[in-house]
């Protein structure tokens, strides 16, 4: 990923993304659950972005986990958001991978999520492959796949009616937000 001309990790083009994010959504609450091997609340619905921008701001590759518990991502979503009034029960997922731990399924997750009417919008974010650099040409490795699992992501936006979106570098993720 490339963020002000230099190339950096997909985590640190993810947090200046979702922290410009955060500055245009002055009359929102949002919160922020990081997942890995499970899912962590790590900020409340809160109309103090500057907490969340702080917890984001210190989110480490791998502090959740080396896994992705992308369903109870979900779920502990749906019921953080259940009290909110149904038009304000939208959740972003961002995510660079598949479902690969935690008890929910997606499709399980996208259920629960329907019936709170918890509208998903899903980003799957990173390259099409794995890829190496040679004197600034990228070039594709064969047999490599991108980690993504974008036909389940796909499904649980649309099973909520959300979106789906792809990003396949910081310009376009930042064109998503």
């Known amino acids: 990923m490339e963020l002000g001309g230099r190339v950096v990790d997909r985590l640190t083009a993810a947090k200046a993304v979702l922290a410009d994010f955060l500055d245009r959504r002055a009359s929102d609450r949002v919160g922020l ?12 619905l809160t109309l103090d972005r500057e907490s969340v921008r702080k917890q984001l701001r210190d989110a480490e590759v ?10 109870d991502a979900i779920g502990l979503a ?5 009290t909110q009034p149904a038009e304000h029960r939208v959740l972003i997922l961002l995510t660079d ?8 399924t997606p499709q399980k997750a996208a259920e629960l999520a329907q019936a709170e ?41 649309a099973a909520t009616g959300g979106q789906f979106f792809r990003a396949r570098d910081t310009q376009s993720l930042a064109g998503i937000y």
Request: hydrophobic residues 45%; neutral net charge.
């Open 33 to 44: 659950i990081m997942f890995g091997q499970r899912a962590y609340a790590v900020a409340p």
């Open 62 to 71: 791998g502090m959740a986990g080396r896994e992705t518990a992308i369903g």
């Open 78 to 82: 749906v019921k953080r958001l259940r």
């Open 97 to 104: 991978g598949e479902n690969t731990a935690g008890t929910l």
């Open 117 to 157: 009417q918890v509208r998903i919008h899903a980003i799957a974010f990173g390259g099409d492959g794995a890829e190496m650099s040679v004197f600034g040409m990228r070039i594709p490795v064969p047999g490599m796949a991108s980690g993504i699992d974008e036909e389940t992501l796909r499904e649980v936006a």
